[in-house]
């Protein structure tokens, strides 16, 4: 079996995990969609393989075969370990749960491989002496030497597996573990604690073999088989210690287990059977029932290619497993594109929908009626000018001047009428387009959810930005008069009306379109335009007229596009978790090349062809 084919299969594929990783880093799964919870854990679950174990053993094949007793509550699993071992290591009990943090059990020369964070980076360490030396302690890869947990050479008080937090990688070197194999004693796989619960799940996944301990009344519980079936998914190499087994039912609680195993792709898992036996006075098992499982962990850990073969079968049965698993997550994350893809259209219809008519507004006459036409009436003088001026339409640009006389009323009163309507017309489709947006979200649970986190409407906010941002608008159209009149003559009639009366007439140029009009306001309101329109054509000439009114209505669009862009930024917020997500495509891609960058069939199969 060739360690060479390894390495160089290996070499793109670490660079390729964790490509992968920062894919699944990109998901949220925000939205209250039935398939989301379960997206989001097992985004997070697969992040914490790939840290927690594929990248660190892809990284060091050599490095000791780590194996996690696990099992169900009291199964027996810590006094295993103490009788695997040959000393009370780790705390056995009534109380339940016992076992609060996880103990790593190693030999002493093989301490340097679980010191930094190499496996379970997310765990802080602290280091256990052995029989007799201080304890020291750390947190991930900063250096040992902190005293904190008195050592003992009898059984660990219960205060040791509190005394770190729930996060922490409890280590300690054993003589007695042969070289090249780490005893991981995890909490309970059906903890009533659901952080114990968590933690053994994770210990698990970074496990290079299971040694799964139940008994001859609990062997079929349906929480550990979920995770023995996860194990057979993955081609985990499973070793199942069966408990406390009466006398005369070894056979056939053995039978049965194997077919159960064998279902779940395990039916090659050893079988280690420990008869119900009396504890010593230091609740230890006697030596001879646990021998054979002593044996074949001794033999495991001699054989350095035999380690590797199993650490590489391991890597490539996780990362299969991790392919199949993206491809499920890849399903929820594009329910939830599509999902928030219709939120989205939702937000683009309504307000697209206000912009068109708040611009339509603008164009069709709407907005030269009433308090508009009678202030502009007044600047430019007497109803019987406009009527005047309507039956006069043909005259030449110099003779229309002439129709302007007596002192015209102040300019501001047409632009305070002129920006009152605007913002009337603004303000009603902005709450037009905030209230179709907040119906078709209530109308969808997950747009439901994602309201409650959007303020309620504030129309006296909203006015108020309103009428400032045609403040602003208003200001620009002097300026651009200003502008263009400076490389002009100043004619009698810039002077009559000067840069405010000019920018005015600009205004009801920029809404002169009649087509809203109806009867006898066409006529006054196309009178309105026309006047306007000559005003500056004799200021300014006809094509500086034109470019005038168009970047005067490109001005204002903005600035109505940039109010609703800040009305609707609220539902943006709500829905760009989404927006920064990895697409489901990608995912699907991701997947592919994962299962093509490992050998075809199952992993121990190729193992052998090998």
């Given at each position: 079996m060739s360690a060479p084919s390894l390495a160089g299969e290996a070499r793109g594929l670490p660079s390729l995990l964790r490509e992968v990783r920062g894919a699944l880093e990109?998901?949220?799964?925000?939205?209250?969609?039935?398939?989301?919870?379960?997206?989001?854990?097992?985004?997070?679950?697969?992040?914490?393989?790939?840290?927690?174990?594929?990248?660190?053993?892809l990284a060091s094949l050599d490095a000791p075969l780590v194996a996690v007793v696990g099992g169900s509550t009291g199964a027996g699993k810590s006094t295993l370990v103490n009788a695997l071992v040959g000393r009370s290591v780790s705390v056995a009990g009534a109380v339940r749960p016992t076992t609060r943090q996880p103990l790593l059990l190693h030999h002493p020369d093989d301490g340097a491989w679980f010191d930094d964070a190499r496996i379970l980076p997310t765990l802080s360490r602290v280091r256990l002496a052995g029989d007799d030396g201080p304890v020291e302690a750390s947190s991930g890869t900063?250096?040992?030497?902190?005293?904190?947990?008195?050592?003992?050479?009898?059984?660990?008080?219960?205060?040791l597996h509190q005394?770190?937090?729930?996060?922490?990688?409890?280590?300690?070197?054993?003589?007695?573990?042969?070289?090249?194999?780490?005893?991981?004693?995890?909490?309970?796989?059906?903890?009533?604690?659901?952080?114990?619960?968590?933690?053994?799940?994770?210990?698990?996944?970074?496990?290079d073999l299971w040694i799964f301990v139940t008994t001859a009344n609990r062997y079929a519980d349906a929480?550990?088989?979920?995770?023995?079936?996860?194990?057979?998914?993955?081609?985990?190499?499973?070793?199942?210690?069966?408990?406390?087994?009466?006398?005369?039912?070894e056979e056939e609680i053995r039978g049965d287990l194997l077919t159960l195993l064998a279902a779940e792709n395990l039916g090659h898992a050893p079988i280690f059977v420990i008869p119900e036996v009396r504890l010593d006075t230091s609740r230890m098992l006697p030596f001879d029932v646990v021998e054979p499982i002593m044996r074949w962990l001794q033999a495991l850990a001699a054989d350095a290619e035999g380690r590797r073969d199993i650490a590489r079968r391991t890597v490539r049965g996780a990362t299969r497993a991790l392919a199949a698993r993206i491809e499920a997550i890849a399903v929820a994350a594009e329910q939830e594109q599509s999902v928030g893809d219709a939120l989205r259209?939702?937000?683009?219809?309504?307000?697209?929908?206000?912009?068109?008519?708040?611009?339509a507004a603008t164009e069709d006459g709407r907005l030269l009626r009433g308090e508009v036409l009678a202030r502009w009436q007044d600047f430019?003088?007497?109803g019987e000018f406009m009527r005047g001026l309507e039956t006069r339409i043909g005259w030449a640009r110099d003779r229309v001047s002439a129709f302007f006389t007596g002192r015209p009323a102040p300019a501001s009163t047409v632009a305070e009428a002129i920006g009152s309507g605007l913002q009337t017309v603004i303000v009603e489709q902005a709450a037009r387009a905030d209230e179709a947006t907040r119906r078709r979200w209530r109308s969808d649970q997950a747009g439901a959810v994602l309201l409650q986190g959007v303020p309620a409407w504030r129309a006296d906010d909203f006015s108020a930005a309103v009428a400032?941002?045609?403040?602003?608008?208003?200001?620009?159209?002097?300026?651009?008069?200003?502008?263009?009149?400076?490389?002009?003559r100043f004619t009698a009639r810039m002077l009559s009306f000067g840069v405010n009366g000019i920018a005015v007439a600009l205004m009801v140029v920029v809404f002169a379109s009649t087509g809203g009009l109806t009867g006898g306001e066409i006529g006054i309101a196309g009178a309105s335009a026309i006047a306007g329109q000559k005003l500056l054509e004799a200021v300014f000439g006809d094509d500086a007229v034109r470019r005038l009114t168009a970047t005067a209505r490109t001005n204002l669009?903005?600035?109505?596009?940039?109010?609703?862009?800040?009305?609707?930024?609220?539902?943006?917020?709500?829905?760009?978790?989404?927006?920064?997500?990895?697409?489901?495509?990608?995912?699907?891609?991701?997947?592919?090349?994962?299962?093509?960058?490992?050998?075809a069939g199952r992993p121990s199969d190729a193992e052998d062809e090998a």
């Amino acid at each position: 079996m060739s360690a060479p084919s390894l390495a160089g299969e290996a070499r793109g594929l670490p660079s390729l995990l964790r490509e992968v990783r920062g894919a699944l880093e990109c998901l949220a799964f925000p939205l209250a969609l039935p398939t989301s919870v379960e997206a989001r854990g097992s985004a997070e679950a697969a992040r914490g393989q790939l840290n927690d174990y594929i990248l660190p053993r892809l990284a060091s094949l050599d490095a000791p075969l780590v194996a996690v007793v696990g099992g169900s509550t009291g199964a027996g699993k810590s006094t295993l370990v103490n009788a695997l071992v040959g000393r009370s290591v780790s705390v056995a009990g009534a109380v339940r749960p016992t076992t609060r943090q996880p103990l790593l059990l190693h030999h002493p020369d093989d301490g340097a491989w679980f010191d930094d964070a190499r496996i379970l980076p997310t765990l802080s360490r602290v280091r256990l002496a052995g029989d007799d030396g201080p304890v020291e302690a750390s947190s991930g890869t900063a250096a040992f030497g902190s005293p904190s947990i008195p050592s003992s050479t009898s059984e660990p008080r219960s205060g040791l597996h509190q005394a770190a937090g729930a996060d922490t990688l409890l280590l300690r070197p054993v003589p007695t573990l042969p070289p090249g194999l780490a005893l991981l004693d995890a909490p309970d796989v059906d903890s009533i604690a659901d952080e114990n619960r968590r933690l053994a799940g994770q210990l698990l996944a970074a496990a290079d073999l299971w040694i799964f301990v139940t008994t001859a009344n609990r062997y079929a519980d349906a929480v550990p088989w979920k995770l023995l079936a996860e194990a057979g998914r993955r081609d985990v190499l499973v070793a199942v210690v069966l408990d406390r087994v009466p006398p005369g039912v070894e056979e056939e609680i053995r039978g049965d287990l194997l077919t159960l195993l064998a279902a779940e792709n395990l039916g090659h898992a050893p079988i280690f059977v420990i008869p119900e036996v009396r504890l010593d006075t230091s609740r230890m098992l006697p030596f001879d029932v646990v021998e054979p499982i002593m044996r074949w962990l001794q033999a495991l850990a001699a054989d350095a290619e035999g380690r590797r073969d199993i650490a590489r079968r391991t890597v490539r049965g996780a990362t299969r497993a991790l392919a199949a698993r993206i491809e499920a997550i890849a399903v929820a994350a594009e329910q939830e594109q599509s999902v928030g893809d219709a939120l989205r259209a939702a937000v683009d219809g309504a307000y697209r929908d206000a912009l068109a008519d708040v611009l339509a507004a603008t164009e069709d006459g709407r907005l030269l009626r009433g308090e508009v036409l009678a202030r502009w009436q007044d600047f430019v003088g007497t109803g019987e000018f406009m009527r005047g001026l309507e039956t006069r339409i043909g005259w030449a640009r110099d003779r229309v001047s002439a129709f302007f006389t007596g002192r015209p009323a102040p300019a501001s009163t047409v632009a305070e009428a002129i920006g009152s309507g605007l913002q009337t017309v603004i303000v009603e489709q902005a709450a037009r387009a905030d209230e179709a947006t907040r119906r078709r979200w209530r109308s969808d649970q997950a747009g439901a959810v994602l309201l409650q986190g959007v303020p309620a409407w504030r129309a006296d906010d909203f006015s108020a930005a309103v009428a400032g941002e045609i403040r602003a608008w208003q200001q620009d159209l002097l300026q651009l008069v200003q502008a263009e009149g400076a490389d002009k003559r100043f004619t009698a009639r810039m002077l009559s009306f000067g840069v405010n009366g000019i920018a005015v007439a600009l205004m009801v140029v920029v809404f002169a379109s009649t087509g809203g009009l109806t009867g006898g306001e066409i006529g006054i309101a196309g009178a309105s335009a026309i006047a306007g329109q000559k005003l500056l054509e004799a200021v300014f000439g006809d094509d500086a007229v034109r470019r005038l009114t168009a970047t005067a209505r490109t001005n204002l669009s903005e600035r109505v596009e940039g109010l609703f862009r800040h009305e609707r930024a609220p539902y943006e917020v709500c829905l760009a978790p989404l927006a920064q997500q990895t697409p489901a495509e990608s995912l699907r891609v991701l997947a592919r090349r994962l299962r093509t960058a490992l050998p075809a069939g199952r992993p121990s199969d190729a193992e052998d062809e090998a």
